[in-house]
């Protein structure tokens, strides 16, 4: 069974400052995806960031990047730049590519202050 | 694109009765689709997978008899919480994707539900 562990229940962060938040997960399976997701106040499952396994290069996508460590199974969230609307909760995620079986981590709830 | 619509987002009803949450995939076909029970500060527990035209597939500890789930075309499947009680008052969120390209599952805005 697939396991993802986020290890920081709360988070917090000075607006225009970067925050990392860790996730590890624990998997035999050789391809995979894994995912953040934000979930704001409204509860909407936001898809911040993806990362394929088997590509090296870590994704990025505006002021979100991932550090991916596949050897380690490690797949930390980098938020650079923080803005008030950031503030959630963010969730990582493993999917299997052999039935698409998504496993979310507990989250971490990031604050950031003004 | 990719846009997965549920209805309704708020539903509040008396002990015993049975209640149906839609989930539709508006603009894509979804051949599988998800089912996630959220309690409050929690994460996403995925509660089963439905597939288009065939039984859905129940994660351990999840009643079949309790949340009967039909997922009739590619673009619609139904969660109904037979006989609620209190303890069924949860955050329940869908998801579907599309099988091509393994694209992430693209989630509904939720479904709050309160048992009194």
């Known amino acids: 069974a697939q396991t993802v562990t986020q290890s920081q229940p709360e988070m917090s962060v000075q607006e225009a400052e970067t925050v990392t938040l860790s996730c590890t997960y624990d998997t035999s399976e050789n391809n995979y995806y894994l995912f953040w997701y934000k979930q704001p106040p409204s509860r909407q499952m936001i898809l911040v960031i993806r990362q394929e396994a088997y590509k090296q290069q870590n994704a990025t996508e505006n002021r979100f990047s991932v550090n991916f460590q596949k050897a380690a199974k490690s797949f930390s969230l980098k938020l650079s730049d923080s803005q008030l609307g950031d503030t959630a909760m963010y969730f990582c995620?493993?999917?299997?590519?052999?039935?698409?079986?998504?496993?979310f981590g507990a989250g971490t709830r990031l604050t950031v202050k003004p | 694109g990719a846009v997965v619509s549920q209805h309704p987002s708020w539903v509040i009803c008396k002990s015993g009765t049975s209640v149906k949450i839609e989930c539709r995939s508006l603009?894509?076909?979804?051949?599988?689709m998800f089912w996630y029970r959220q309690f409050p500060k929690q994460s996403l527990m995925l509660m089963a997978t439905?597939?288009?035209?065939?039984?859905?597939?129940?994660e351990q500890g999840v009643e079949k008899d309790k949340f009967l789930i039909n997922h009739a075309s590619l673009t619609l499947s139904t969660l109904t919480v037979t006989s609620a009680h209190p303890e069924d008052s949860s955050f329940y969120i869908c998801?579907?994707?599309?099988?091509?390209?393994?694209?992430?599952?693209?989630f509904g805005d939720g479904t709050r539900l309160s048992i009194l």
């Open positions: 603009d894509f076909q979804a051949t599988t």
């Open positions: 995620a493993f999917m299997k590519l052999r039935n698409n079986d998504m496993r």
């Open positions: 998801s579907a994707r599309r099988d091509r390209d393994n694209q992430p599952q693209h």
């Open positions: 439905s597939n288009e035209g065939s039984k859905a597939t129940y």
